[in-house]
């Protein structure tokens, strides 16, 4: 199944099937934060609207879905359901956006003597928005296990592509 329907997702590969809980609440979470850093290197969103220093704005995006999926896991814990990798993906991200958004609250590159320069500050944003681009993308389409053989020179990749399953097979050269 190719998306998000309801709160789960189920992927099947070649070892038969699981279902992985994505709730929307993870999903907005990391789209949210994801399009607000997207708009900061567009310089399109300053951190102008609250009135507030603006890393503490950027911050923000950041922390309410920390906080609100954190309140939410937690009143919804269950023997049955396990933090998955992606949940432990968003929550990483929105850990990394917070700590940076301190971090260049106090090692602001726009004042005069300042160390740091604004590339590096942008550089930071880029990646913040490239890592949850790619935590969207794991939470929206399905991906296969990839499997390695234990005695073999070869990395085997199983693909689906609209029910078709196809098989990608990269030979590996020892150095």
């Not at 950041?62 to 309140?71: D, E, K, L, R, T």
Request: hydrophobic share 40%; with cysteine; net charge neutral.
């Amino acid at each position: 199944m190719s998306g998000i329907s309801g709160s789960s997702r189920e992927t099947s590969g070649n070892s038969g099937s699981c279902t992985m809980k994505i709730s929307k609440m993870k999903l907005y979470g990391i789209f949210f934060p994801f399009m607000s850093t997207f708009m900061i290197t567009l310089n399109v969103y300053n951190g102008d609207i609250l009135g507030i220093p603006e890393n503490f704005e950027f911050m923000l995006w950041y922390c309410m879905p920390f906080v609100s999926n954190a309140i939410n896991d937690c009143q919804h814990k269950s023997s049955s359901r396990k933090l998955t990798t992606l949940h432990i993906g968003c929550y990483m991200i929105w850990l990394i956006g917070i700590v940076t958004n301190v971090y260049w609250y106090f090692s602001n590159p726009w004042r005069v003597n300042s160390i740091r320069h604004r590339t590096e500050y942008y550089d930071t944003q880029v990646l913040l928005c490239a890592v949850m681009w790619n935590q969207l993308t794991w939470m929206i389409y399905p991906q296969s296990q990839t499997s390695v053989p234990e005695h073999s020179d070869s990395l085997s990749i199983p693909l689906e592509k609209r029910g078709v399953e196809v098989e990608l097979k990269v030979d590996t050269v020892r150095a």
